[in-house]
């Protein structure tokens, strides 16, 4: 079974371009997460998507924005970046919110490099 | 506010030398307790969720336990492919998640 996708792998972008990071849920899936990791520090959660409706949201700027889709992919938009938005961009999916089944599965992460 | 602690930062161990990881943690209503590895530049690994204090579950060579303040990674006999940053979280409502800083371990032959 195919787990958690995201896209891009890498990314470098400069000071004040946008950037849009792209996630696929487990198959069954209707949870998304995301959550920023600096090195050296745990991650930290921007947002969460349950059934196409925002859920949750962590102390970010207005400039991080998200959104999901019918078929419960996820996109984060990142607008006027940031030195400091230079992170690994981690996407996770759970299958329902509310239950015990909330353990999230976590993809391999969009590194991006803002210069 | 929800606030999770790893200790040790860093733990070097040699194979077979057997050790725990600790996780404090401070949260309004548990609804559970996660361990996770995180491999170098991955996303982490999915490993263990505990719900209720005095649970316990094994996988391979890691044990977690979980009391009111705080839960052990125990690791019997590792192996130089145990070698990873191991984290903590708590889940603070509707499953956002409140990592800790992580333990890198570091397990020489």
């Known amino acids: 079974d195919a787990g958690v996708t995201q896209s891009p792998t890498h990314l470098i972008k400069t000071r004040g371009q946008h950037v849009t990071l792209r996630c696929s849920p487990i198959?069954?899936?209707?949870?998304v997460s995301w959550y920023q990791q600096v090195l050296g520090q745990g991650p930290q959660f921007i947002f969460q998507?349950?059934?196409?409706?925002?859920?949750g949201r962590g102390n970010f700027p207005d400039r991080f924005s998200a959104r999901q889709f019918p078929n419960y992919s996820s996109e984060l938009n990142v607008n006027a970046l940031l030195l400091g938005d230079s992170a690994l961009y981690l996407c996770?999916?759970?299958?329902?919110?509310?239950?015990?089944?909330?353990?999230?599965?976590f993809g391999p992460g969009t590194r991006l490099l803002v210069l | 506010e929800d606030q999770v602690t790893q200790s040790p930062e860093a733990l070097r161990l040699q194979e077979g030398e057997s050790s725990s990881l600790n996780c404090s943690y401070t949260v309004s209503g548990l609804r559970g307790l996660f361990w996770y590895r995180q491999d170098p530049g991955k996303g982490p690994e999915f490993l263990f969720t505990?719900?209720?204090a005095g649970e316990e579950k094994e996988k391979e060579r890691l044990k977690a336990t979980l009391t009111k303040k705080e839960s052990f990674l125990h690791i019997t006999a590792p192996k130089p492919e145990d070698s990873a940053t191991y984290l903590c979280?708590?889940?603070?409502?509707?499953?956002?998640?409140?990592f800790g800083k992580g333990t890198m371990l570091l397990v020489s032959p």
């Open positions: 996770a999916s759970s299958p329902v919110l509310g239950t015990l089944q909330e353990t999230q599965y």
């Open positions: 198959s069954g899936h209707k949870s």
């Open positions: 505990l719900y209720s």
């Open positions: 998507y349950y059934e196409k409706e925002e859920r």
């Open positions: 979280a708590v889940n603070s409502g509707y499953s956002t998640l409140t």
